[in-house]
């Protein structure tokens, strides 16, 4: 059974020392990695792939009173390494894990929740049932999903295809190719150089699905999950690994989405799956052919899809216009007294519309906790610990939209968040240098509402139907 260590996002590994039981007072929020460990992980934060595609670093290291650090940033997922031990990282609104199961457990199945939301990605049939049963970790499970998936395809039959080939045979099919044939056969009369479509198991989807299996062959630990892939690679027999793994895939998925072949649809998911574990994903910064398995998500993006399916699917469409990352709105104009032109475009996350009145409403998230246990400190307590630069953007939101509220949504913590987390409210009546009547110069007063909600992660239920109270209403 792999080693698994499991630590919140922001957290910090040290080095555990020796004949010292536990971290030393006031840094319980540290955990200790065995020198071993501590080595390998830092290894991967002083690589070149420890960056996600935006350039951000994943893990950052530096030194302190405790000696060397390294932090995680605001990624959740996990890290295996070389010696096959997994980091787990789950979400900070889990903290503390240390030594609590259940936890753990609500974390892993949190964050399952959470990649379900994510459509460019096979996560929607992910399954967390066994998860509190097996203890397997998170990797454990991708894999068995990913299996799965491959199991449905062989059970159903692989599939055939043509593929061009060429080479030096002992019958004549397709074309002849002069210029080769006469190098090669200029005494071996017997043989034709050829180039024909050969009908054959080995196709470009076939030969990535044996590449992941062969890949994760070496990495599972689970008993269950290397049955199964001896099983699966007999069925693969005929078909060869990929030799290019990014050609490959440029072959059969569009825009690394969707495959390109409607007659593989059925492939879709499985590739998706070996397309995350291979390489290539959008949420996958740290792959390669000597890697181990690294799954990283960062965890505002999880957050912001996970806010807006939940929000679409509890108002009702006839009633309700939803719009997501909107980009069609913009803070001002260009050469108003010429050709005037568009600048500083803004996206709030979701844009719902009633559709009796019209009447908008902004939604932002937040992945951000906003107190800490000992009470927001310095000049952040007279604004309750939110972001000056989040009111100057919802405020712009709200004038730009016409909006008639703006919600900003934050994660709800135990513990953290204060009590009266419903009834956060911001409003704003200015007199602004305007129109007031036809053209005839005057003032004019504008409000902007903004109201700070907490999603309840771990009740969902409750905290939707707080929401609908706002749209409503």
């Known amino acids: 059974m792999r080693k698994i260590y499991y630590i919140e996002e922001t957290g910090t590994f040290v080095k555990e020392r020796p004949g010292e039981a536990g971290p030393p007072v006031g840094r319980e929020k540290q955990t200790e990695l065995p020198e071993k460990i501590f080595d390998q992980l830092r290894k991967f934060a002083d690589s070149g792939q420890n960056r996600a595609k935006d350039g951000k670093r994943i893990l950052k290291y530096s030194s302190g009173r405790s000696g060397l650090r390294i932090q995680v940033q605001n990624y959740v997922g996990l890290i295996t390494l070389p010696d096959r031990t997994v980091i787990e990282i789950l979400p900070k609104i889990c903290a503390p894990l240390q030594g609590d199961d259940e936890k753990i457990r609500k974390g892993e199945r949190l964050v399952a929740a959470m990649l379900r939301s994510c459509r460019d990605l096979p996560f929607r049939t992910l399954k967390m049932s066994g998860v509190g049963a097996e203890k397997t970790g998170l990797l454990e499970i991708f894999i068995r ?138 949420f996958t910064p740290y792959t390669g052919e000597e890697s181990a398995p690294a799954l990283l998500f960062p965890m505002e993006i999880l957050y912001e899809k996970y806010a807006a399916e939940k ?56 992945w951000k906790v906003l107190f800490g246990k000992g009470g927001a400190r310095g000049w952040d307590a007279h604004h309750y610990g939110i972001k000056i630069n989040d009111m100057y953007q919802m405020f712009g939101y709200h004038m730009v939209c016409g909006a008639r509220c703006a919600v900003l949504l934050y994660p709800y913590v135990r513990g953290h968040t204060p009590g009266n987390r419903d009834n956060l409210e911001f409003d704003s009546e200015l007199t602004v240098a305007g129109t007031a009547d036809g053209d005839v110069p005057g003032k004019v007063k504008t409000r902007a509402v903004v109201k700070v909600r907490f999603l309840d992660l771990f009740d969902m239920e409750r905290s939707m139907e707080e929401l609908k109270e706002i749209f409503y209403r």
């Open 311 to 366: 929000i679409a699917g509890e108002l009702d469409g006839e009633q309700f216009e939803i719009s997501v990352q909107d980009e069609g709105k913009y803070l001002f104009k260009k050469n108003p007294g010429g050709d005037p032109e568009d600048n500083f475009g803004i996206r709030p996350d979701m844009i719902i519309t009633r559709k009796c009145d019209s009447a908008r409403f902004i939604v932002d998230t937040k």
């Open 145 to 282: 999903m990913f299996l799965e998936e491959t199991a449905r395809i062989a059970g159903r039959g692989l599939r055939c295809g043509y593929e061009e080939t060429e080479g030096n045979e002992r019958y004549l099919k397709g074309r002849l190719k002069f210029p080769e044939h006469i190098r090669y056969n200029l005494v071996n009369k017997e043989k034709s150089y050829v180039r024909y479509d050969d009908y054959r198991v080995s196709r470009p989807e076939n030969r990535l699905l044996k590449s992941c299996l062969l890949y994760l062959g070496r990495w599972t630990s689970s008993s269950v999950n290397r049955t199964m892939i001896r099983r699966l690679l007999e069925k693969f027999h005929e078909t060869e690994p990929s030799q290019d793994i990014q050609k490959d895939f440029g072959l059969v998925l569009s825009f690394g989405r969707k495959v390109t072949d409607r007659s593989m649809k059925d492939y879709e998911a499985a590739l998706l799956w070996s397309r995350v574990f291979l390489g290539g994903g959008s």
